[in-house]
Each structure stands twice: as C-alpha cells, then as structure tokens.
C-alpha cells in the first residue's frame, strides 16, 4: 500500500516564475493538506482540500492556490514566487471518516533564486 | 486560536539515556495530539497521538507520551535512547471537531550521543 507520494522531489525556481507542486494521497484517503516547512521551523498549514473543494486556509496570500482532482489527487500552484518561498512543501492525507490522522509526504524541496 | 509551544529546542543526551521532550498547548476547544519525528531530508512520520481514552500513548519504538489536560501538557519519553532515535521532534495539535487542520510547535532536535 503506498503512501503519500509528491512530485518532484526537488525544484529550483528564479524569483517571480511560477509553480506546481504535486500530491497523491495514500490509499483510502479523501483529504489533502499543504503545509509550508521553512528551514529550522515547524511546519505551517497553507490550505485543505476535500471533495475537490477548499474548506480551509491558513494565513497565505493568494499567491498560493490549489487543486484537488477527482481521484483525490491534489496541486499546490504557487505565482510570482519570492525569494522567501524557499522551503519544503509537505503534503498530508486523511480519511474524512476514519479520524483526523494526517499522513505526510516525503515533501518537495522548493528553492527561489 | 490554537498554539503549541515546545520548551526545548535543542536536547543532547547520551545513548540508553531515558529522554523527554516537553510540549504545551493552548486551546479553548477540545484537542487531538501528535507527535510527529522529522529525519534530515524528509517528510514527517507520525509516532503517536492521543485522540481519546486513555492518556497515556504509545508507539511501536518505545517512546510514549501523556495528555495532561489540568496542565495543557504532552511531554514525550523514552526511557533508554538510541543513536537511531536522533532527529527532529515536532508536536501538534489539532481541533477534535470540525476540520484537521495541524498546528505544530517549532521542533525540538533530540541529538543522541555515544
């Protein structure tokens, strides 16, 4: 049984481009949440997806937007990137009805120049 | 408004020494509990949590944690450490209604030495 997956492992970026960051969920799961981990802090909750919908979202600006597909999957896109967007992006999923467990990613290491 | 504060950032000890982590919250909702252990260059692994019952969890590695609710606290131990335990430690909390959304603290580096 796989678990959470993303895509790409790594990525270097210039300042003002444009990304895409990639997640499955592990099996079963209908959940996907992106979290934002900068260098030698705690990882911090940028939005859920659920039934293909955001139904929540922490304190990012709308540069940060995502998708959630049919099949669960999901795409974080991040616009006009800033030096500061450096970090690892993780990916969690969860079950709607098998309890609020978050299961992450390997997460995509982001890097701005 | 949820937050996590881990008291200790840094935590070196010895190998087969007993360790804990200590973690406090602050919410004025009931909360879910999780520990979660960071290797360098990868994603988070969860190492237990407390949902309900019992307050004392524990994982498949020896660490176990308890839920104190008079003191807002899950402090994480392990009574005899290895080398392979060295690692960041990161522990959340979340809402037990509604959404899942994780708040975590900033981490402690649990670094063991021979």
């Known amino acids: 049984d796989a678990g959470v997956t993303q895509s790409p492992t790594h990525l270097i970026k210039t300042r003002g481009q444009q990304v895409t960051l990639r997640c499955s969920p592990k099996s079963g799961h209908d959940t996907v949440s992106w979290y934002q981990q900068a260098l030698g802090q705690g990882p911090q909750f940028i939005f859920q997806y659920y039934e293909e919908e955001e139904r929540q979202r922490g304190n990012f600006p709308d540069r940060f937007s995502g998708h959630q597909f049919p099949n669960y999957s999901s795409e974080l896109n991040v616009n006009a990137l800033l030096l500061g967007d450096s970090a690892l992006y993780l990916c969690?999923?969860?079950?709607?009805?098998?309890?609020?467990?978050?299961?992450f990613g390997p997460g995509t290491r982001l890097t701005v120049l | 408004a949820q937050s996590v504060t881990q008291l200790d950032s840094q935590v070196p000890v010895f190998e087969e020494a007993p360790v804990e982590l200590r973690c406090n919250y602050s919410s004025s909702v009931s909360v879910y509990l999780f520990w979660y252990v960071q290797y360098p260059n990868q994603g988070l692994q969860l190492l237990l949590k407390y949902l309900s019952g019992s307050t004392l969890v524990e994982s498949i590695n020896g660490f176990e944690a308890e839920f104190n609710k008079s003191q807002t606290s899950f402090h994480l131990r392990k009574p005899s450490v290895h080398i392979s335990d060295t690692a960041e430690y990161f522990c959340a909390v979340s809402s037990s209604g509604g959404y899942n959304k994780l708040i975590f603290g900033a981490g402690t580096r649990l670094a063991v030495h021979p």
């Open positions: 969690a999923s969860s079950s709607s009805n098998q309890g609020n467990t978050q299961y």
